[in-house]
């Protein structure tokens, strides 16, 4: 019988999440919405990913942290969960960072996508 997942995440930001999305190009749903799973099971989702086979996927505030929750029978994504996971996570903290430095005054002097794929991020505040 196949049941929801919840997969625990670092994400915290619902902005930044859904800016990471964007990023790697996916459709998505503001929620509050309900993420549809086998038999007609549902689950309440504050970002929604539907997907061609009727089953979704969404991420569901816990408390303290975003899961993703999906039915993985039906995952039915481009990349495998784990690399689907990575890239939303990477993107995720490029926001994440971008945002604290702006809210302290930083602005992105130089960005460089390095060979192994990780970013490398140079801040600079001009002090007068």
């Not at 995440?9 to 964007?22: C, D, G, H, Y």
């Not at 990023?23 to 309440?44: E, F, H, I, L, M």
């Not at 504050?46 to 089953?55: C, G, R, S």
């Amino acid at each position: 019988m196949s049941h929801f997942s919840n997969i625990k995440t670092k994400i915290r930001n619902l902005s930044s999440l859904k800016a990471a999305l964007n990023d790697v190009g996916v459709n998505w749903k503001s929620g509050p919405a309900q993420v549809r799973g086998y038999q007609g099971q549902t689950r309440q989702a504050e970002v929604l990913i539907e997907q061609n086979n009727n089953y979704d996927v969404g991420f569901s505030w816990n408390g303290s942290e975003y899961e993703l929750v999906a039915d993985l029978q039906y995952w039915q994504q481009p990349l495998t969960v784990d690399g689907f996971l990575r890239q939303v996570t990477q993107r995720y903290a490029y926001h994440t960072v971008v945002n604290e430095a702006s809210n302290q005054g930083f602005s992105i002097s130089e960005q460089q996508q390095n060979k192994d794929g990780s970013l490398r991020l140079v801040v600079q505040r001009w002090s007068a």
